[in-house]
C-alpha cells in the first residue's frame, strides 16, 4: 500500500550519490573556507610578513569575494548553493568588504531582504565595535 503523502524530495543539502551521503554543503564550505583561510593568512604572514590582522582581513575578503561569486554562478545553473550561514559567517569574520564588492557586481543576494538584514547588522555591529575600540585607544 502506499501512503497518501506525497513523497518527499531530499534536499540538495543530504543529497546521496549510489546510496552514498555526502557531507551536508555547510559542513563542506565550511571546511573548504576554512582551509583556504589558513592557507591564505599563513603566505601573507609568514611569506610577506604583513601584520596578522592585515593578513586575515586581506584572505577573508578575497575568499569572500570569491565565495559570493561562486554562489552566483551556482544559482543561475540551478545547482548546489553555498548555505546563507557560511556567507554571513565570512562577513562575520571580516569579509563584507569583498562580500560587497561581489554583491554590487554580481547583483547577488541584493534583493532577498532577510539575508540584506543579516548582513547589515553583522556591518553595523563591526562598525560599532570598530568605534568602540578606536574610542578606547584614544581615550586610554
Known amino acids: 500500500m502506499s501512503s ?10 543530504i543529497a546521496s550519490h549510489r546510496g552514498k551521503r555526502h557531507w551536508p554543503p ?13 592557507i591564505g593568512v599563513g603566505l601573507l604572514y609568514f611569506l610577506l610578513q604583513l601584520p596578522l590582522l592585515i593578513s586575515w582581513l586581506m584572505t577573508t575578503n578575497v575568499i569572500a569575494f570569491l565565495l559570493y561569486t561562486f554562489d552566483k554562478w551556482q544559482a543561475q545553473g540551478d ?6 550561514i557560511v556567507l554571513h559567517g565570512l562577513v562575520l ?3 563584507c568588504v569583498g562580500a560587497m564588492l561581489a554583491m554590487t557586481i554580481y547583483h547577488h543576494k541584493t534583493r532577498k ?3 540584506q538584514r543579516v548582513y547589515w547588522s553583522i556591518v ?4 560599532i565595535a570598530l568605534s568602540a575600540y578606536i574610542a578606547w ?3 586610554r
Not at 497518501?4 to 543539502?13: A, F, G, I, L, V
Open 4 to 13: 497518501s503523502k506525497p513523497r518527499e524530495k531530499r534536499s540538495k543539502s
Open 26 to 38: 555547510v559542513k563542506t564550505f565550511g571546511f573548504a573556507v576554512l582551509a583556504l583561510a589558513l
Open 79 to 84: 545547482r548546489l548553493r553555498v548555505p546563507e
Open 93 to 95: 569574520v571580516g569579509g
Open 113 to 115: 531582504a532577510s539575508f
Open 124 to 127: 553595523g555591529l563591526q562598525l
Open 137 to 139: 585607544i584614544v581615550l
